[in-house]
């Protein structure tokens, strides 16, 4: 913890917390901290115990539902009259997973945590470190859980099935069968559940699971967290022009999210639209869990700082944090609250005024204020 003993460098001096600030006089506040200084244990349980007992019931509920039997009794063709193979997309030979599902998520979370403790060496704040961690895990955590659901519920087959299911259609003269399910049914009678497949339950279920891609979803969603926070305290997308290894490495993550997903593909366990799901699911989750824990997503001048559970950012001041960013170019992170906080860049929160109370933003006369006779094209922006 020696990274974080240490005020964030380019950041004022720790300011005392007002008397009537943040006290928990009322039920539900919390107890004095500031954004600046690593807090106590205890001090950082009582912020957190509510978001760790709901990551543990989460999972639990998660491991629940995935370990469930599959709910609905999807219908399958399986071949016509003549011994073709109705649907061939569902009869691929079931390979070795060429990524594992520990794998995937072991590089979409422990790959973001190491470096956003590598990034610590610049930044030095306890505070950032917990809310990119914390948010991580909110992406990573609630992804899970809707993609399980959307498993047990909803499903659909995988490439393999058929080898899974090793299909005797003989079973369904049996009459109890028959009963059972839906054998033999739809238009000539081609369509059969699952009481006629022979093979292994386990790898039943989880042939009847395909949608969406739970590799993808966690790679998704911890990945393009990473690509959101490297993009905030980079300034990738910012108010000067970067130098290219920093767009490379930005975009390093969503390479690596796109080979996880897409090598699925390669070894039929997934198809494509399964994929495509579990990217989808990923992304949403990974964005709103970066914007609960940090002041903005896409905004340059303030989506790096993380928010307090105690306090609202100060829009109208200037905010704990501003300077924590890992890149010091341009005065990122460098004076003061950092660039372009300072009223002297024409820059600050809330008005974009310079020092002399003056827009900071030269603009030129629209048209509805001209001289008559001067309305050129150039005075309408």
Same mark, same amino acid.
């Given at each position: 913890? $020696?990274? =974080? ?12 917390v ?5 006290t928990?006089a ?12 690593? %807090?106590?244990? &205890?001090?950082?349980?009582?912020? !957190? ?14 491991? $629940?539902?995935?370990?469930?039997? %599959?709910?609905?009794?999807?219908? =399958? ?11 061939p ?28 403790? #590598?990034?610590?060496v ?19 955590i ?13 499903? &659909? ?5 058929? !080898?899974? #299911?090793?299909?005797d ?11 059972e ?14 009481? @006629? #497949? !022979? +093979? ?36 990738? =997308?910012?108010?000067? /022009? ?10 390093? %993550? ?23 799901? $579990? ?17 903005? @997503? ?49 820059? &600050?929160?809330?008005? /974009? /005024? +310079?020092?002399? +109370?003056?827009? &900071? ?6 048209? $509805? ?13």
């Amino acid at each position: 913890m $020696g990274l =974080f003993n240490r005020t964030p460098r380019g950041a004022p001096a720790p300011a005392a917390v007002p008397a009537n600030g943040h006290t928990r006089a009322r039920r539900g506040h919390h107890e004095p901290y500031t954004m600046m200084t690593r %807090p106590t244990f &205890g001090q950082w349980l009582r912020v !957190t115990w509510l978001d760790i007992l709901t990551m543990a019931a989460m999972g639990a509920i998660g491991l $629940g539902v995935y370990f469930a039997r %599959p709910a609905p009794s999807r219908s =399958f063709a399986v071949t016509f009259s003549d011994g073709e193979v109705v649907y061939p997309q569902f009869a691929y030979p079931m390979r070795k997973e060429i990524i594992p599902i520990w794998l995937a998520a072991f590089l979409a979370s422990v790959i973001p945590i190491f470096i956003i403790l #590598c990034m610590q060496v610049r930044i030095r704040s306890f505070w950032d470190a917990n809310n990119a961690i914390t948010g991580l895990l909110y992406s990573l955590i609630t992804a899970a859980v809707f993609q399980v659901f959307v498993k047990w519920l909803i499903g &659909g087959l995988r490439p393999h099935f058929l !080898t899974v #299911c090793k299909p005797d259609l003989s079973l369904a003269t049996n009459q109890y069968i028959a009963d059972e399910g839906y054998n033999a049914k739809g238009f000539k009678e081609i369509y059969y559940t699952r009481e @006629v #497949c !022979t +093979g292994d339950e386990k790898e039943i279920n989880d042939s009847l699971e395909s949608m969406p891609s739970g590799h993808t979803t966690a790679a998704f969603a911890g990945l393009v967290f990473l690509y959101l926070y490297l993009n905030a305290k980079l300034k990738v =997308f910012s108010n000067y /022009h970067p130098a290219m290894w920093k767009l490379v490495v930005l975009y390093m %993550p969503i390479l690596g999210a796109v080979l996880i997903g897409g090598a699925l593909t390669i070894d039929e366990y997934h198809n494509w639209y399964d994929v495509l799901g $579990g990217a989808i699911i990923g992304t949403v989750m990974a964005f709103s869990a970066y914007r609960m824990t940090y002041a903005a @997503v896409w905004d340059f001048r303030y989506n790096h700082i993380p928010l307090s559970r105690a306090s609202p950012l100060p829009f109208g001041g200037e905010p704990d944090l501003a300077g924590a960013t890992f890149t010091r170019r341009v005065g990122w992170g460098v004076s003061g609250a950092g660039f372009p906080f300072t009223k002297e860049h024409g820059f &600050g929160y809330g008005s /974009h /005024h +310079g020092s002399n +109370g003056a827009s &900071g933003l030269a603009r030129k006369p629209v048209a $509805g204020h001209a001289a008559p006779g001067t309305y050129r094209a150039e005075n309408m922006v």
